[in-house]
């Protein structure tokens, strides 16, 4: 984009954030669906991301964000820049407001990984250019967006299918949550009661229409569901300081995804995790490497479900 048109801006359309599942409608979110799966099928003509540049913020580590969106951008014809925000001033004080109208002046997007989903909500409120939610404390889009397509590649269409998280109402599952609200699966999600997810994101699904039961008790979670899910026990936001006072490992253990508790879902039933694992912690090895678990196709499914928001965000796409 010329810095013409970076200078002016006033009367462009608002950019095209995704920040969370819930902010779209069921439409939207199918749209970027289908654009991720046509761009697996090779079925994205040319260089959509031509001339484009994104700026892929972190400010906590990554694998799979890191990589499947540069890789995805560069496959789209597109130019990524990786920060980390320690190396930016965004790491020692600027403001994200600021840091947003500074980006929007360089760059066509920004990506960012962040502690604080506050900093990502002021970014997009001060971006005059799409901004994309790479994980934050209480959400991970981009994963359910690829768990979704996953799902539905194996298994079919998702809605109406029982999902079962076991484990922490960590941000993965919170984002799992909007997603039943959106996408019409139904979620049981066991966690120990002192790790459930916040009561006030449930009321809000279920103002939406979804069915979500929430139990201490992972086997009747996972009891003939579809798809099974576990995420760490100690999430990067737990890692902080003040986070420490009460033992995860403990609470958790009941709800690691073992082939006892996977022999109570479906026969046909698909276990997924974000990852990275712990192995012997939320998972065992059986689990994961056995011939029900999927984690791997959805880990290259990052790659295509974030080319489908990249082209609704950036590529003019519907
Ligand atoms: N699942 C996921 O987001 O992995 P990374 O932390 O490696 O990006
Ligand atoms: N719940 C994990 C997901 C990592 C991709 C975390 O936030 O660390």
Redesign the pocket.
Do not use: F, G, I, Y
């Given at each position: 984009m010329s810095a013409v048109l970076k200078m002016g801006g006033a009367d462009r359309a608002p950019p095209r954030h995704f920040l969370e599942i819930m902010d779209h409608d069921p439409a939207t979110l199918r749209r970027m669906l289908e654009l991720g799966v046509q761009a697996k099928r090779g079925a994205v003509a040319g260089r959509p991301l031509a001339g484009k540049t994104v700026a892929l913020i972190f400010e906590k580590p990554s694998t799979r964000t890191r990589v499947s969106f540069e890789v995805g951008i560069r496959q789209l014809g597109g130019d990524a820049i990786v920060l980390s925000s320690r190396d930016m001033q965004l790491g020692r004080g600027e403001t994200p407001a600021d840091t947003a109208r500074v980006l929007s002046r360089y760059v066509d997007a920004i990506m960012l990984r962040t502690d604080n989903v506050a900093k990502i909500r002021e970014l997009a409120e001060h971006a005059t250019v799409p901004v994309i939610n790479g994980?934050t404390d209480v959400s991970?889009p981009c994963?359910i967006m690829a768990d979704v397509m996953t799902f539905e590649e194996h298994r079919g269409a998702i809605a109406g299918q029982v999902v079962a998280w076991t484990g922490d109402g960590?941000?993965?599952a919170q984002s799992f949550i909007q997603a039943a609200a959106r996408f019409g699966f139904i979620l049981r999600i066991a966690t120990p009661p002192e790790l459930a997810p916040p009561v006030t994101l449930i009321e809000w699904a279920r103002t939406q229409g979804a069915r979500i039961e929430l139990t201490s008790d992972p086997v009747a979670a996972v009891k003939d569901a579809r798809c099974v899910v576990t995420?760490?026990w100690v999430?990067?936001?737990d890692e902080k300081p003040d986070a420490g006072a009460i033992n995860r490992h403990n609470l958790l253990a009941p709800y690691q995804l073992n082939q006892a508790l996977l022999k109570r879902a479906a026969p046909d039933a698909i276990v997924m995790h974000?990852?990275?694992a712990h192995r012997g912690e939320e998972i065992t090895d059986e689990v994961m490497d056995g011939p029900h678990s999927v984690v791997f196709d959805e880990a290259e499914n990052r790659l295509h479900a974030q080319k489908g928001v990249l082209l609704w965000a950036l590529g003019g796409a519907g």
């Open positions: 994980l991970h994963q960590n941000n993965v995420d760490t999430s990067m936001s974000c990852l990275p």
